[in-house]
């Protein structure tokens, strides 16, 4: 396709200008910050609507790198300054494009450092969009690594409770597996000479002189860590429980999928033998994933920690869908990776709200909101409900394509059995969100909390845009599948099953 | 015919009249900030000198002593670059002096003399002369403020490092006894023809080699020769430490390579057995230091440690020669290219610490805190070069780690590289701990920090060139690359 426009470049960099806009204005009002960051992720976002309507759907499109972008960046070492997406990474680049709006309006109301915070917010919206973007593998680690700093500093500083500790858990655990993956990518590059993600699919090597499987690991890994698949979770809980609003939108809604989005366009693409060969592994370590973190949210006391939690175990169904190994389940696992995004980002900023009219988050301290917050506790009841796949929202879209997918997989023997008791996942799911609003919301209304304010304007505008796109997804699968299924389908073609 | 080639050394001559021309200059002027001017003056000279010389072909000169070649050069650029930026750095810490400033420049300029010449060496006595013109002037400059602790840091650095000369000179004279030469070229033809059963049956050699390695590691600060390291490192004046981190280890690192490519990089078991020795020391190497940093709170210290684990990644890149010799030159371009990502990224650490620690007389890390208040630039500056130290992006930190280590898995390290990339995570842990006291506590005092134009200009051209270093760093390996080339066979 040839386009004079470089959208991805526009895209992925103008949450930086704005940065520097931001860190170059002299003496601004917290006012002139906040709307010079809406106005530039607004840009991005819609330019990245743009590219979402422009996509070739047709079918020669399958498998079709699209607006595609290479510039000679280190020759040494063969890497390009190459972008481009596909029906994989477009929904997740649409996805945090509109998070990087949102997130924009939940950081309203924050005054600590506002300039900082807000060069931060944007670095790492740049960030993200680079990873999903770069069809580079050195190109893809740098945007991957670039996530960190930002991570750090707003974890750390605009956090609460154990913000140090958690923010240096992350930063260590991260690095760690970022360690392994560019042990990986520089595994692959000796055995291949290239960095190109597409010349690199399909990697069929007789006997090299790295094992396949060795790469293959030292990639999942990293990615392992950042989805995160049980038992290397741990730091999720507590980034998530002592970073801003914000932040824990960003970081469940887009950082997570990183990971995703990483094993399939990697570990699964390039290594499709291995992925077979480890398949039930991973399908086990899956199902443990969605039960253990199922069962740990139910004994959540801290609202926050409970939807920490909880990503645990939605995550795990991306794992089971993207390990099943087959088209409708990997469709089914991108899906789940967007719809993940909007309701537990939603939920996050839902949490947000309660606590910033309450400065409450312990379950056994709140109690009968609903009469003093009648819009909150409506959308949090969406929310609560998309989590636990009613029918109608893109929770349960996404979650029944898996388990259709899964129940098929002919990858690993006795995976029927293996989706059935992914499925009890959602009776806990339903057991744990139930009780949670039940708890928050009704019961008699308390009096200390006579007078809490309901969500302002601005807060209705974020929440709402949140809800419209569960709605759409929810009604309208194919809004999405159509594009998935584009990049799908020749990864699985590469799985041969 | 030696007068002819005297253009070949225009860029040592020059820098020589000029070191000479300061400490004349000192006995007339009041002035003494014109002495700084002078000094950049003459490395400027010998800068242009340098460039003048990368496009004539490699000369041998003084009847073998000397090799000009592109690899010398581009040490030779490197290290006026980096005596430039310390002079700058130097400025107000020499104006506190009330005696012996021209002294001081002139010693500066003289050490980047020998350490020009070291990179040139091709004869065992030039490397030999050439390391102790250096190294002297260092132990002066170490000892220079005269305190109890620099006069022990500059004692300790003279005794330590004239016992490894003396290891050195020792290890050099088994080789010219076994081999009867002293140029790198006709050791190589002597050696190339052993094999290992007559390396073993004499030892004598083995020992000389050996012998070589500690001289030689000492002044890479590799583990075990790394003792003198911290208490050097925090007792010396803090540009001098930013000098001695970077230029004297930049210049350890070319000998090394020179000698042990050329003169034992045949036969192929002899240069897989020194890789071999190599990466196994730079394992332990950035290892303990990495390790070691983490308990440090004096800052400088710290930071010395740091250097012993980067010394470390720099040796994966020998490793790599070693163990690529006569196949292509990615463990040398690695090498070099990281050593010019560190050299500015150390630096700008320095140059910030510098120029806080001029208003807070203190190196205590815990004296940092809350400093992104006091001093957001130089807080934001040190923190970017913490960062590139780390190896994240968007600095040459990043770039530097996945070019040597790419080298080193090409050619079967790749367990030295996932040792290697854990131990930036561990590198982590205490680059980040400086970068959270500044950034997150409160304060001791609301006194800003002011800094002097010329700190503030080198902190920007180091600062300048990690960013550069890390988003578009095509051109520089491809300097590097083109100064690797001359040990293609």
């Not at chain 1, 059995?417 to 057991?431: M, S």
């Not at chain 2, 003459?42 to 072909?57: Q, R």
């Not at chain 2, 000998?255 to 071999?276: N, Q, T």
Request: aromatic share 12%; net charge neutral.
């Amino acid at each position: 396709m040839d386009l004079d426009f470089s959208y991805l470049t526009a895209i992925i960099f103008l949450p930086i200008v704005g940065m520097i806009v931001i860190a170059l204005l002299r003496d601004p009002q917290p006012k002139t910050i906040r709307l010079t960051a809406l106005a530039f992720t607004l840009a991005s976002f819609a330019l990245s609507i743009a590219v979402f309507c422009l996509f070739d759907r047709s079918g020669g499109a399958v498998g079709q790198m699209q607006f595609e972008e290479k510039l000679s960046w280190i020759p040494a070492i063969n890497a390009f300054y190459h972008l481009g997406v596909d029906g994989l990474s477009l929904p997740m680049v649409v996805l945090m494009t509109f998070l990087g709006v949102l997130t924009v309006l939940v950081s309203w109301k924050i005054e600590l450092r506002l300039r900082e915070y807000f060069i931060w917010l944007l670095l790492l919206e740049t960030s993200i969009l680079g990873v999903f973007c770069s069809l580079d593998l050195i190109l893809f680690f740098l945007f991957w690594e670039l996530e960190l700093i930002p991570m750090y500093f707003l974890i750390s500083i605009w956090g609460s409770g154990r913000k140090e500790y958690a923010a240096n858990k992350y930063l260590i655990y991260t690095l760690v597996g970022s360690a392994m993956m560019l042990a990986g990518i520089l595994s692959i590059y000796f055995i291949t000479g290239s960095l190109s993600m597409m010349e690199l699919a399909g990697l069929a090597l007789a006997a090299p002189a790295i094992p396949l499987t060795a790469m293959f690991f030292l990639l999942l890994t990293g990615f392992a860590i950042k989805l995160p698949v049980f038992p290397l979770h741990t730091w999720l809980p507590d980034a998530h429980t002592n970073a801003p609003t914000a932040v824990s939108v960003i970081l469940a809604g887009a950082l997570l999928k990183m990971g995703g989005y990483g094993m399939i366009r990697l570990c699964v693409t390039i290594f499709p033998e291995v992925a077979l060969r480890y398949a039930p592994l991973l399908v086990v370590l899956a199902v443990v994933g969605v039960l253990y973190g199922a069962a740990v949210t139910l004994r959540q006391k801290d609202l926050k920690r409970l939807i920490a939690y909880s990503s645990v175990s939605h995550m795990g169904y991306v794992l089971l869908g993207i390990f099943a190994l087959n088209q409708i389940s990997v469709t089914g696992a991108t899906l789940q990776m967007f719809s993940h995004g909007i309701i537990t980002g939603l939920l996050f900023a839902m949490v947000g709200l309660v606590y910033d009219k309450t400065h409450e988050r312990n379950l056994d301290n709140l109690g009968g909101l609903a009469r003093q917050m009648p819009v909150i506790v409506v959308v949090f009841s969406i929310a609560g409900l998309a989590s636990l796949c009613l029918p109608g929202t893109s929770g349960f879209a996404a979650e029944f394509i898996i388990f259709i997918g899964s129940f098929s997989s002919v990858a690993v023997s006795g995976m029927q059995v293996y989706t059935l008791l992914g499925v009890l996942g959602i009776v806990l799911t339903a057991g744990y969100i139930l009780w949670m609003l039940q708890q928050v919301f009704y019961g008699e209304p308390l009096e200390k909390f006579d007078g809490v304010p309901d969500a302002d304007s601005i807060e209705k505008v974020c929440i709402f845009s949140f809800v419209g796109a569960i709605m759409l997804v929810g009604l309208y699968p194919a809004v999405l599948t159509d594009v998935i299924r584009l990049g799908v389908e020749p990864i699985i073609g590469l799985v041969g099953l | 015919m030696i007068v002819s080639e005297l253009h070949l050394l225009t860029p040592e001559l020059s820098l020589l009249g000029f070191a000479l021309a300061v400490i004349l200059l000192d006995l007339f002027i009041k002035q003494k900030k014109v002495l700084a001017g002078v000094s950049i003056a003459g490395l400027l000279v010998s800068a242009g000198c340098t460039l003048a010389l990368w496009g004539t072909p490699t000369a041998d000169v003084f009847y073998g002593m000397l090799s000009v070649d592109r690899f010398a050069l581009f040490f030779k650029f490197l290290f006026l670059a980096v005596a430039v930026l310390v002079i700058l750095a130097s400025q107000d810490y020499v104006s506190k002096f009330e005696r012996f400033q021209g002294e001081y420049y002139a010693l500066v300029l003289i050490s980047a003399v020998g350490m020009m010449l070291l990179t040139a060496a091709a004869d065992l006595i030039a490397v030999y002369v050439a390391l102790e013109l250096s190294s002297i002037s260092l132990y002066i400059l170490a000892s220079f403020l005269k305190d109890q602790k620099s006069t022990e840091a500059g004692l300790k650095y003279l005794l330590l490092g004239a016992v490894a000369s003396a290891v050195l000179l020792y290890g050099m004279a088994l080789v010219f006894g076994l081999t009867g030469h002293t140029c790198l070229i006709c050791i190589a033809d002597v050696v190339q023809g052993m094999t290992i059963t007559g390396l073993l049956g004499s030892p004598a050699l083995l020992m000389g080699i050996i012998l070589l390695v500690a001289g030689f590691g000492f002044k890479i600060a590799c583990v075990p020769f790394q003792m003198w390291v911290p208490d050097v490192y925090e007792g010396a004046p803090t540009p001098i430490t930013a000098y001695l981190s970077v230029a004297s280890k930049a210049a350890g690192f070319a000998i090394i390579l020179r000698v042990f490519f050329v003169a034992f990089g045949a036969p192929e078991w002899l240069s897989l057995g020194w890789g071999m020795l190599l990466a196994i020391l730079s394992a332990v190497t950035m290892t303990v230091g990495n390790v070691v940093a983490i308990v440090q709170s004096n800052i400088k210290r710290m930071l010395g440690y740091s250097s012993i684990a980067q010394a470390g990644y720099l040796m994966v890149g020998l490793a790599t020669v070693g163990m690529a010799v006569g196949a292509d030159e990615v463990g040398q371009s690695g090498l070099l290219f990281f050593l010019m990502c560190y050299s500015v990224t150390n630096l700008g650490a320095f140059i910030a610490i510098i120029a806080i620690s001029n208003k807070i007389n203190s190196d205590e890390i815990d004296d940092y805190t809350g400093m992104g208040k006091r001093a957001p630039l130089l807080a934001l500056a040190l923190t970017f070069c913490l960062v590139s130290l780390t190896g994240l992006p968007p600095t040459a930190g990043l770039i530097a780690k996945i070019y040597i280590f790419s080298g080193a898995v090409s050619h079967g390290l790749l367990w030295l590289v996932i040792i290697a990339v854990i131990n930036s995570c561990i590198s982590a842990f205490y680059y980040f701990r400086v970068v959270k006291v500044m950034w997150l506590g409160a304060p001791a005092s609301e006194e800003k920090v002011p800094s002097s134009t010329a700190l503030r200009t080198a902190l920007s051209l180091c600062c300048l060139f990690v960013l550069l270093l890390g988003v578009v760093p095509g051109s520089f390996v491809g300097i590097a690359e083109a100064a690797a080339r001359i040990f293609g066979s």
